[in-house]
Antibody
Framework: QVQVQESGPGLVKPSETLSLTCTVSGGSMNTYYWSWIRQPPGKGLEWIGYIYYSGSTDYNPSLESRVTISGDTSKNQFSLKLRSVTGADTAVYYC??????????????WGTGTTVTVSS | EIVLTQSPGTLSLSPGARATLSCRASQSVRSNYLVWYLQKPGQAPRLLIYATSNRATGVPDRFSGSGSETDFTLTISRLEPEDFAMYYCQQYDRSPWTFGHGTKVEIK
C-alpha cells in the first residue's frame, strides 16, 4: 500500500525559504500527479501545486511566483520550496498522491501533514 | 479560477438525522472532476466521493453524492457519531484545482 510522508523544518524565519520533502513508499511515482496542499490553522484547504511523474508542474496562481515543486523518481521523492515566507504561510502542509485516468481525478493517498510555523 | 461555495458553513444536526451539504461552482464543472472529502480534527482529509457520485472504497452507503454543472450535493442519509466532521468539495476540472471552504457538521 502506497504511503507518503512529509519531512522538513517545522520552523522557518520570515523572508526565508520553506523546504519540504515528500517520500513515497510502497509504490512507484509513475502515472500519478504528486501534489502539495496546505491548511492554515483553523482554516480550509489550499491547493499549492503538483508535479506529474513526467516532470510537468502546475501551481496555484496565488503562490506561483514563490513556489517550486520538483521530483526525483529515482529516490521516490518530491519536494516543495516556497520562497519569501511570511506568517500567512504558517500551515499544516500535506503531500498527496492524485490518482488520475481518462475519467477521474482525486487524491487517494494523503500524508499525515507537517506543521510549519513562520516566525523569527 | 473556479470558486466553490459550500453551504451552509455549519450544520447542526442530531445523530440519525439527514444531512444535505451544498457545493456551488462559479463555472460549470465536469461531473467526473468533482470530489468530496471528510476531515476530522488533527487528521488529513479522507476521500469520500469522487466523480460526483462514486463512493470511495470503504465508504458507507449512507453517503451519496449528486449534481451537475454548477450545483453539487453530498447527502448523509442518517448521521452516525463518526460523521460529525468537516466536509470539503474540490474540483479538478480546471487549473487551479480549488477547494470549497468547507461545511462543518456538528452535533446539535
Amino acid at each position: 500500500q502506497v504511503q507518503v510522508q512529509e519531512s522538513g523544518p517545522g520552523l522557518v524565519k520570515p523572508s526565508e525559504t520553506l523546504s519540504l520533502t515528500c517520500t513515497v513508499s510502497g509504490g512507484s511515482m509513475n502515472t500519478y500527479y504528486w501534489s502539495w496542499i496546505r491548511q492554515p490553522p483553523g482554516k480550509g484547504l489550499e491547493w499549492i501545486g503538483y508535479i506529474y511523474y513526467s516532470g510537468s508542474t502546475d501551481y496555484n496562481p496565488s503562490l506561483e511566483s514563490r513556489v517550486t515543486i520538483s521530483g526525483d523518481t529515482s529516490k521516490n521523492q518530491f519536494s516543495l520550496k516556497l520562497r519569501s515566507v511570511t506568517g500567512a504561510d504558517t500551515a499544516v502542509y500535506y503531500c498527496a498522491r492524485v490518482y488520475t485516468n481518462y475519467s477521474y481525478r482525486y487524491v487517494d493517498v494523503w500524508g499525515t501533514g507537517t506543521t510549519v510555523t513562520v516566525s523569527s | 479560477e473556479i470558486v466553490l461555495t459550500q453551504s451552509p458553513g455549519t450544520l447542526s444536526l442530531s445523530p440519525g438525522a439527514r444531512a444535505t451539504l451544498s457545493c456551488r461552482a462559479s463555472q460549470s464543472v465536469r461531473s467526473n472532476y468533482l470530489v468530496w472529502y471528510l476531515q476530522k480534527p488533527g487528521q488529513a482529509p479522507r476521500l469520500l466521493i469522487y466523480a460526483t457520485s462514486n463512493r470511495a472504497t470503504g465508504v458507507p452507503d449512507r453517503f451519496s453524492g449528486s449534481g451537475s454543472e454548477t450545483d453539487f450535493t453530498l447527502t448523509i442519509s442518517r448521521l452516525e457519531p463518526e460523521d460529525f466532521a468537516m466536509y470539503y468539495c474540490q474540483q479538478y476540472d480546471r487549473s487551479p484545482w480549488t477547494f470549497g471552504h468547507g461545511t462543518k457538521v456538528e452535533i446539535k
